[in-house]
């Protein structure tokens, strides 16, 4: 798995770009960066799963792990998910209710910060 950060234009939000497997292998490295982020403080992030083929349990774990983490410090989690399959398991476990899902970065940071 490749996580690529970069900070988004308008500078309120950190974008981590995720490629590869999210799962038991690729999970702990997402973890690690976005603790690291968040002790950077930046509160605001973006999970970019476009690169993402598949995502299992574990990866799910993550995603919500790395949601608590920036919610206890007043931030926020925006997940973009523009692949089907990917986009389905988040709605089979019902995390759709619990992320708000995006089909592009853009459309993540158009709101601006909550």
């Known amino acids: 798995m490749q996580i690529v950060t970069h900070p988004h234009r308008d500078g309120a939000w950190t974008v981590l770009a995720v490629s590869g497997e999210l799962d038991v292998v690729g999970g702990p490295d997402l973890r690690r960066q976005v603790v690291r982020e968040v002790n950077e403080g930046n509160r605001h992030l973006v999970l970019d799963l476009t690169g993402v083929d598949f995502i299992d349990s574990f990866g799910l774990g993550v995603v919500v792990g790395a949601l608590k983490r920036v919610r206890l410090l007043d931030g926020d989690l925006r997940v973009v998910v523009p692949e089907p ?6 709605e089979v476990c019902d995390l759709d209710r619990v992320f708000d899902l995006h089909a592009t970065v ?9």
């Open 106 to 114: 853009e459309s993540a940071v158009a709101t601006g910060v909550s």
């Open 85 to 90: 399959r990917v986009r389905r398991v988040f």
